[in-house]
């Protein structure tokens, strides 16, 4: 499709400085590639992506940021939810070039350096999964779902949290460790 | 996925110039549906217009009762307002068993109403569909129809509308305020949906570029006894094989008031007014609603594998006005 631009990270500092994105755009993007700024994890980046271009593609094929994974590029498994302005969404059915002008955070976003997130943790000590491949997106939901206040007990847990397929079938293990989250068992990270 | 162009509104007037006078141009907001549909190549717009950034997401609470949603309210939102759980507990029922936590996140209120119907006919531009392609046939017919509609259907079209929200809203009696080149009007919800007839590509009684501003809901002393009840193949994230919005006030064990939407078994959100008839003045018990169940899904048309839907959705809107009945008799609010 498009050329893929370097990888580099670019302080976000120094993006915004040089300001092409900054604004409201007017006029025009695409159809052919169009240089864009998504914040991702903090962290400006700029890339030149297609309109079509979905934020999952963007962030995989063009950022080198393969935590979200494409399982079925049709908004039903919740492989690649991430929280755009920390609301939790499906990458597959957003536009990149619709999130400039917002916070993207992944999977990778939620791990202080090499401290893993305490949902992370909590995953590791239940067991949380097999494979792994839907593993991201539920860690993204999980979080969000403890914001929101829908972990009460194993029904509304299961309930919301019924946007992320485990082919794997490790439910079970993933509601245990959103549980020991919500009672403050899962790290010391706040 | 076919290129095409981008632009962001940035306010409603631009937006709706901007798609008004170009047929070649879509509007974008949670995009739940239409990005699917452009990565599938149903949608083939020469450009997208982003309306996320304009200023109708609101949710106002109306004096007297009544609520107003702004067209990019988004479902997860809406779902959550006091005043929606309050007032319309159908609504927020409804709304929280369609899809899932993140898409109810990206999709607005407004798209919910313009969502495309889930028939694999439609989505396949393989397979012959006059809804997708007028006077091409339908493949449904005599196809795989185990999810399609029995009430509303034509010998064009018999896809199954895949709303929830939009049949408490058709029980709400909702209305829609439009927003289009020629200036600002409003429809019913109602006839806001349009029956496939011979014209199954004409889903909705508005022009190209009419923007759905706000979804207005008026005050109703029965819609705060009322529920929704979805029944479907998975306990979530499923769309409905037969559901039941019912908004009910019981006085002196007899309806008093009554409204149905009926959801999963029809071409449009199903608003059950032959039951509703029948129901006026009867007897607050089990018998009367089988009555008004079976005299509404009298004019129901089976298909090969869908048959089991007719008796599904009399089960079902018996069930849910049971269950509205005795939230009425506890004094609850849902």
């Known amino acids: ?190 | 996925m076919r290129p095409f162009a981008y632009t962001r509104a940035a306010d409603v007037a631009a937006a709706v110039a901007e798609v008004g006078s170009d047929p070649g141009s879509e509007y974008l907001a949670g995009g739940t549906t239409e990005v699917d549909m452009l990565r599938i190549g149903v949608a083939r717009p020469r450009r997208v217009v982003d309306i996320n950034d304009l200023p109708i997401s609101g949710i106002e609470e109306l004096p007297g009762g009544g609520v107003r949603l702004g067209g990019l309210a988004r479902m997860s939102d809406a779902a959550a307002h006091p005043a929606v759980r309050g007032r319309f507990p159908v609504l927020a029922q409804a709304l929280e068993k369609g899809a899932s936590a993140q898409l109810r996140n990206m999709a607005s209120m407004g798209g919910n109403l313009m969502q495309r119907v889930r028939c694999a006919y439609f989505r396949d531009g393989g397979a012959a569909c006059n809804k997708r392609a007028p006077g091409s046939g339908c493949a449904a017919l005599g196809g795989v129809d185990r999810g399609h509609a029995v009430l509303g259907t034509s010998e064009h079209c018999i896809a199954t509308h895949p709303s929830d929200a939009a049949v408490a809203l058709t029980a709400l009696d909702a209305t829609v305020h439009l927003r289009g080149r020629a200036g600002e009007r409003s429809i019913a919800l109602d006839d806001f949906f349009l029956l496939p007839g011979d014209t199954p590509e004409r889903e909705h009684p508005i022009e190209h570029g009419e923007l759905i501003t706000a979804i207005e809901i008026p005050a109703s002393e029965e819609a705060r006894t009322s529920h929704y009840l979805k029944v479907r193949d998975r306990e979530s994230y499923e769309f409905a094989l037969a559901s039941a919005a019912v908004a009910l006030l019981v006085e002196d064990g007899r309806v008093a008031r009554v409204r149905i939407g009926l959801g999963g078994v029809a071409t449009k959100p199903w608003r059950a007014r032959r039951a509703e008839a029948a129901l006026a003045g009867a007897p607050a018990e089990r018998a009367s609603y089988e009555r008004a169940a079976a005299e509404e899904l009298a004019a129901a048309v089976p298909r090969r594998m869908n048959a089991f839907k007719i008796e599904l959705a009399r089960r079902t809107m018996v069930r849910a006005l049971e269950t509205t009945a005795s939230l009425g008799a506890r004094g609850g609010t849902g």
């Not at chain 1, 993007?29 to 700024?37: H, K, M, N």
Request: aromatic share 4%; net charge negative; proline share 6%.
């Open chain 1, 1 to 190: 499709m498009t050329p893929r631009v370097g990888r580099a990270r670019i302080p976000g500092q120094a993006a915004r400085e040089e300001g092409t994105a900054a604004g409201p755009r007017t006029g025009d993007l695409g159809p052919g590639p169009a240089e864009i700024e998504l914040a991702v994890n903090g962290t400006a980046r700029r890339l030149r992506v297609e309109p079509r271009v979905s934020l999952l593609d963007a962030l995989r094929e063009h950022l080198g940021v393969t935590g979200p994974k494409k399982g079925c590029d049709q908004g039903a498994c919740g492989a690649c939810t991430v929280w755009v302005d920390g609301r939790r969404v499906l990458g597959c059915l957003t536009l990149a070039v619709a999130c400039e002008g917002r916070e993207v955070t992944t999977v990778e976003g939620l791990a202080d350096g090499d401290g893993l997130h305490p949902m992370q943790q909590a995953f590791l000590a239940n067991d949380a999964f097999q494979c792994g491949y839907c593993t991201p997106g539920q860690l993204m939901s999980a979080v969000a779902l403890l914001e929101e206040g829908h972990a009460s007990d194993d029904a509304e847990i299961a309930e919301w949290m019924s946007g992320n397929i485990c082919r794997c079938a490790a439910y079970p293990n993933i509601r245990a460790a959103i549980r020991q989250v919500r009672d403050g068992g899962g790290g010391d990270r706040p």
